[in-house]
């Protein structure tokens, strides 16, 4: 705005000049060699000049703090988006290493339930209560140990909600309710079985294979099904079929 009005008065003045130049008579807004500015013309010409002026640096002034301000913007959204990635590469990685101790955690519970129920069979009463006692401590132990893993994986979800995807929060935040519901339970027979065990390390090998497929490239999951078992590979049919008979 401020170059328009400059540009303006410059063209203004100038063809007042040329056209004026050869002339004897003086007017009121005349300017050329011969003749004198009148007061008026003073005044019209210098607050034109100074406001034409004035115009022209504010208009540079906060067309520089406007793209200024711009660019502050863009490196403020810039590194906020930065900082959303690493946080979600740091919940994905911390995710996978805590369900991995889950499922290493849930085989030393069952290997500890089968050196139990073995230790049943045991002729010697007092080695039987003996190992029964050291087995079942583990079981507790490592029962407990699930449940801190599953406190740590619900906080990493807390705290990486924003970054990370509805669905997979919702995927490891059921299975979690699912395992944190189970616990040992004493058969008529007095043997110790974990109830749903397979299923719970069905649903956990699920979500890590889920995890794997995060790539650091496109901050993103590949959508796979879930069908998979330690072991290798178990049908949906399977799955049911484990859930019925446990």
């Not at 490592?142 to 406190?151: F, M, P, Q, S, Y």
């Not at 974990?194 to 299923?199: E, R």
């Not at 072991?231 to 446990?246: A, F, K, N, P």
Request: glycine share 6%; charged share 20%.
């Amino acid at each position: 705005m401020g170059v328009i009005v400059f540009v303006a008065f410059f063209t203004v003045t100038s063809f007042s000049h040329f056209f004026f130049g050869g002339v004897d008579i003086c007017g009121e807004f005349e300017w050329n060699a011969k003749c004198e500015l009148s007061p008026t013309a003073h005044m019209l010409y210098g607050d034109a000049l100074t406001g034409g002026a004035i115009a022209l640096f504010l208009s540079w002034f906060f067309h520089h703090l406007t793209s200024k301000n711009r660019l502050k913007i863009e490196e403020i959204i810039e590194s906020e988006q930065n900082m959303r990635n690493r946080r979600k590469d740091y919940a994905v990685s911390h995710l996978k290493n805590l369900l991995s101790l889950l499922y290493f955690t849930m085989n030393l519970v069952r290997g500890s339930l089968s050196h139990y129920n073995k230790a049943l069979d045991l002729s010697d009463e007092n080695r039987k209560l003996w190992l029964q006692s050291t087995y079942l401590s583990r079981v507790r132990a490592d029962e407990a140990k699930v449940g801190r893993i599953l406190i740590s994986i619900r906080s990493i979800l807390v705290a990486a909600n924003d970054v990370l995807e509805p669905e997979v929060v919702n995927r490891i935040e059921g299975v979690c309710n699912f395992i944190g519901e189970l616990s040992t339970e004493e058969n008529q027979d007095g043997t110790l079985g974990f109830p749903k065990m397979n299923v719970s390390k069905i649903k956990v090998g699920y979500l890590l294979e889920l995890l794997k497929t995060y790539s650091v490239t496109t901050r993103s999951f590949e959508d796979i099904e879930e069908s998979y078992q330690p072991s290798g590979l178990m049908t949906r049919v399977t799955i049911d079929q484990e859930v019925q008979h446990q």
